[in-house]
């Protein structure tokens, strides 16, 4: 059974860095392209980042500040994030699609603020 678990989601000032973690299970985890999202109320949930084998995708609002990795031995997903702004509040998916299915992880909340 494929399981998400994100962490990592906190308060922070704008400028601030966090680093998320997505703790994965139930699937080959190095075999299969990972990515993050955020959703904020009301809106669509969007790509933020995008681990495709050993390449990478950002979206271009995150570009330069955000950076997407995975640890394969602790079966690990990252995204640090550096220089944050109030406009990155939001909350925080991480996503795989295994077998045709889609699994998400329960987010988890980034708020920027002052």
């Known amino acids: 059974q494929v399981h998400l678990m994100e962490s990592g989601g906190g308060l922070v000032q704008p400028g601030g860095s966090l680093r998320l973690s997505c703790a994965a299970s139930?699937?080959?985890?190095?075999?299969?392209?990972m990515s993050w999202y955020r959703q904020t109320p009301g809106k669509e949930r969007e790509l933020v980042a995008a681990?495709?084998?050993?390449?990478?995708n950002y979206a271009g609002s995150v570009k330069g500040r955000f950076t997407i990795s995975r640890d394969n031995a602790k079966n690990t997903l990252y995204l640090q994030m550096n220089s944050l702004k109030p406009e990155d509040t939001a909350v925080y998916y991480c996503?795989?699609?295994?077998?045709?299915?889609?699994?998400w992880g329960q987010g988890t909340q980034v708020t920027v603020s002052s």
């Open positions: 681990l495709t084998g050993s390449s990478t």
């Open positions: 996503y795989v699609r295994v077998s045709f299915w889609d699994y």
């Open positions: 139930g699937f080959t985890f190095s075999s299969y392209h």
